[in-house]
């Protein structure tokens, strides 16, 4: 079993920057991949991000590429994404997921254990 619970989420203006923080208990943290999905209000939900177990590889929607960072701290059992430049299409509630393998994907269905999630809303 894993849990994980989401934190850092908020109201913030057009431009700004939030980070988001999924604190993971359980089974051997740095043994699998984590990602990052969201879900606006009326609309499914999608992928945003994700990181290798070892952080040094990971894998952007092109709707926050070069804006949305993914990073991850082993020793702390936590991954991160930090958000830059937010834009009014970027408020949704955020939740981490864990991917029992190494290597993630960008399927919601590949993720065995999902976090309650986090909101953000971003105003223009």
């Known amino acids: 079993q894993v849990q994980l619970v989401e934190s850092g989420g908020g109201l913030v203006q057009a431009g700004g920057s939030l980070r988001l923080s999924c604190a993971a208990s359980?089974?051997?943290?740095?043994?699998?991949?984590m990602g990052w999905f969201r879900q606006a209000p009326g609309k499914e939900r999608e992928f945003v991000a994700a990181i290798n177990w070892s952080g040094d590889s990971t894998y952007y929607a092109d709707s926050v590429k070069g804006r949305f960072t993914i990073s991850r701290d082993n020793a702390k059992n936590t991954v991160y994404l930090r958000m830059n430049s937010l834009k009014p299409e970027d408020t949704a509630v955020y939740y981490c997921?864990?991917?029992?393998?190494?290597?993630?994907?960008?399927?919601?269905?590949?993720?065995?254990?999902w976090g309650q999630g986090t909101q953000v809303t971003v105003s223009s």
């Open positions: 359980g089974r051997t943290f740095s043994s699998y991949a």
């Open positions: 997921a864990a991917h029992m393998r190494p290597i993630p994907g960008v399927t919601e269905s590949l993720y065995n254990y």
